[in-house]
T-cell receptor, first 112, second 112 residues
Framework: DAGVTQSPTHLIKTRGQQVTLRCSPK?????VSWYQQALGQGPQFIFQ???????QRGNFPDRFSGHQFPNYSSELNVNALLLGDSALYLC???????????FGPGTRLTVL | KQEVTQIPAALSVPEGENLVLNCSFT??????LQWFRQDPGKGLTSLLLIQSSQREQTSGRLNASLDKSSGRSTLYIAASQPGDSATYLC???????????FGTGTKLQVIP
């Protein structure tokens, strides 16, 4: 079992651009959650996907959107990038929301 | 709104010492609580998950306890080793359970 995988590992963008991050959940998991982690902070919940629908959303603007595919993999899209979007983006998967979450290695996004 | 606090923010101990990390949360209506470790620049590794009906969980040298009524959890690490050096984070689902709130973490350094 490869566990949770994320791509790319690192990404550098400029302000105003758009970015897509990808996540493949652990085998058998149907729920994917995305988090943003700024340096020195705990992860902040962005949103959660289950059965291809956004089930819950944190305090993030509409510039942050996502998608879940029938194979449970997920994408996080961020439009009109700001310098403040620079962070480690983490994906976590679980079998529904109440079970143990497993995290991927993250995507380091730098916005210049 | 769920708020999660971890004290201390940083801790430095000599190898072999037993130690306790603390996690406090404001909304006791939680479904479970999960402890993670994070190495610098990496994703999160799940350590222990305690369901709300449980009072403690053990895995090797780690023991986590949960007191819902007082809004507290502790992570006990026995016979600490340099390899235990990392940031330790606790997380609780809230707001309908799907939204997970993290603490800011305790950065642990175990000195050989």
């Amino acid at each position: 079992d490869a566990g949770v995988t994320q791509s790319p590992t690192h990404l550098i963008k400029t302000r105003g651009q758009q970015v897509t991050l990808r996540c493949s959940p652990k085998s058998g998991h149907d729920t994917v959650s995305w988090y943003q982690q700024a340096l020195g902070q705990g992860p902040q919940f962005i949103f959660q996907y289950y059965e291809e629908e956004e089930r819950q959303r944190g305090n993030f603007p509409d510039r942050f959107s996502g998608h879940q595919f029938p194979n449970y993999s997920s994408e996080l899209n961020v439009n009109a990038l700001l310098l403040g979007d620079s962070a480690l983006y983490l994906c976590a998967s679980s079998w529904d929301f109440w079970n143990e979450q497993f995290f991927g290695p993250g995507t380091r996004l730098t916005v210049l | 709104k769920q708020e999660v606090t971890q004290i201390p923010a940083a801790l430095s101990v000599p190898e072999g010492e037993n130690l306790v990390l603390n996690c406090s949360f404001t909304d006791s209506a939680i479904y479970n609580l999960q402890w993670f470790r994070q190495d610098p620049g990496k994703g999160l590794t799940s350590l222990l998950l305690i369901q709300s009906s449980q009072r403690e969980q053990t895995s090797g040298r780690l023991n986590a306890s949960l007191d819902k009524s007082s809004g507290r959890s502790t992570l006990y690490i026995a016979a600490s080793q340099p390899g235990d050096s990392a940031t330790y984070l606790c997380a609780v689902p809230s707001g309908g359970y799907q939204k997970v709130t993290f603490g800011t973490g305790t950065k642990l350094q175990v000195i050989p």
